[in-house]
């Protein structure tokens, strides 16, 4: 299933029914996944997949080129 931009209310016709799962649970599941931050929900826009972010280890971290230049 191949879908690039779906509005808040068409859930349960581009989801639900193809799964063979109810709206009810289409949305349920569409709600949890905007709670965990994987997905952006904005009326009027649709709903989109969020951007990763970044992982916590990267977080802080220089590239070499710029470690070795404050070394210097």
């Known amino acids: 299933m191949s879908v690039s931009r ?3 209310g068409d859930v349960g016709g581009v989801i639900a ?3 063979g799962i109810s709206r009810v ?3 349920r599941a569409q709600q949890v996944l905007a709670e965990e ?3 952006t929900r904005s009326r009027g826009a649709g709903t989109f997949i969020a951007p990763r972010p970044e992982p916590k280890w990267r977080r802080g971290w220089t590239t070499s080129a710029s470690w070795r230049a404050g070394a210097a």
């Open 6 to 8: 779906m509005a808040e």
């Open 25 to 27: 649970t289409a949305r």
């Open 37 to 39: 931050g994987a997905i």
């Open 17 to 19: 029914d193809p799964l």
